[in-house]
C-alpha cells in the first residue's frame, strides 16, 4: 500500500542553491562554475521574498557559502535538502532524466561554434529554404530574431542558432512560415541529429509574430527531443498502470516515455500552475504522480541574466504555493525541486553547474527536517519505492525518513 496516493514532484526550472563540489570542471563563456549561486545571488544581488517556500525548510537548507537565500524557519513545515548531480551535464534533459533516475555518462553534443555545413545544407535541401548563416551560433532566442527577423520577413530564409544546450533552433515568423511547415523542417532536423557526431538532445521550434523593432515568441513553440537510452521511473509507473501527468515540457523531454496523460504545455509559469491545479482536481486522479516544468525562470530570465526578472518570478511562483497546497489531499505529498542553475549574475547566459534544493510537504506529515544531502535521482528512487515499483539506475529513497 502506497505510503502517500498522490505525489506531485514541481521543477523550478535553472533554480539552483550554489556550486556542486565539480563545478569547476563546467564553464560559462569561459569561466569556471565554481563560485555560481542562483538563490544566493538573487537575494544578495536584488533581495528576495519568498516566505511560503521559507516556511517548509528552503532558509533551512545546509550552505557552504556565507551566502543565504531566505531566513531560516525555526520550525518548518516540511522537509529539506540540497542534491547533486552525477551526470555529465547541466542541461535540461540530463537533469530532468537524472531526476527520473538515468545516469548520463556521456554529454550530448553542444556546437559553440555552430553547427557543422553539412547539417545545414541537408536541412536547406529538404526544406527549398535558405539558411541565414550569420545567425548559426549560440544566440540568445530574443535577440536572434530581432537581428535576423527582419530579414527573414523579406528573404523567408530559417534562422537556426544553438545555445549552450545540446538543441538546434529553428526561429520562424509565423506569416512567413507557417507552423506547419516549421515542424516539419524541424521533423527532419531531429532525424538527422539522432547519432554522433551530431547527437542533440532537443529540436526546437521557435515561432514568434510581430514587425521589426516588436517581434513575440508565441506559445506554438515545440520540442523534439530523443527518447531516454534506459527505463525511467516514469515508465516503471506507467508499465505498473499508475497514472502519470506531465505539464508543461515534461512530455517532450521524456519524448513522450512513461507518459500516459499530457497535460499540455505551459503559456507561462502562471499558466502552468493553474494547469496542475486543474490536473490535481481531476475526479479521476485517485492516484499517481504528477511531474511539472515551469521554465519562465530559466527561459526568461536566467538566459538574458535579468537578477531583477528572475527574484519576480520566483516570488509570483511563492504567492500561488499556497494554492498548490491547499489542492492537495490528506495523504498527497509535493515536492518542489530544479533541474540545474542558471546564475543570472554569473558569466555568459549558461547554465550553472549546482546542487538543486528540494522541500518535501504533505498535510499528513507530522515531522519536518533536514533530509541527507543526496543525488537528484533520489527523488525518483522514492518515488518508486512509494508506488512500489523499481527504481531506474541509480538513487536512494528517503521515503522511510518522510513521518
Known sequence: MSKFKRIHLVVLDSVGIGAA??????????????ASDTLG??????GLNVPNMAKIGLGNIERETALKTVPAEANPSGYYTKLEEVSLGKDTMTGHWEIMGLNITEPFDTFWNGFPEE????IEEFSGRKVIREANKPYSGTAV???????????????????????LQIAAHEDIIPLDELYRICEYARSITLERPALLGRIIARPYVGEPGNFTRTANRRDLAVSPFAPTVLDKLNEAGI????????????????????????????????????????????????????VDFDALYGHRRNAHGYRDCLHEFDERLPEIIAAMLEDDLLMITADHGNDPTYAGTDHTREYIPLLVYSPSLKGNGHLPIGHFADISATIADNFGVDKAMIGESFLDKLV
Do not use: C, W
Request: charged share 20%.
Open 21 to 34: 563540489p565539480d563545478a569547476n570542471n563546467f564553464v560559462n563563456a569561459g569561466v569556471p562554475d565554481g
Open 243 to 294: 497514472d502519470t501527468y506531465s505539464v508543461g515540457k515534461i512530455s517532450d523531454i521524456f519524448n513522450g516515455a512513461g507518459v500516459n496523460h499530457d497535460m499540455g504545455h505551459n503559456k507561462s509559469n502562471s499558466h502552468g500552475i493553474d494547469t496542475l491545479l486543474t490536473t490535481m482536481g481531476l475526479t479521476e486522479f485517485e492516484k499517481g504522480f504528477s511531474f511539472t516544468n515551469l
Open 145 to 167: 530574431i530581432d537581428d535576423f527577423g527582419p530579414r527573414q520577413m523579406e528573404t523567408g530564409e530559417l534562422i537556426i542558432y544553438t545555445s549552450a544546450d545540446p538543441v
Open 41 to 46: 545571488h538573487i537575494s544578495k544581488s536584488v
Open 119 to 122: 547539417i545545414l545544407t541537408k
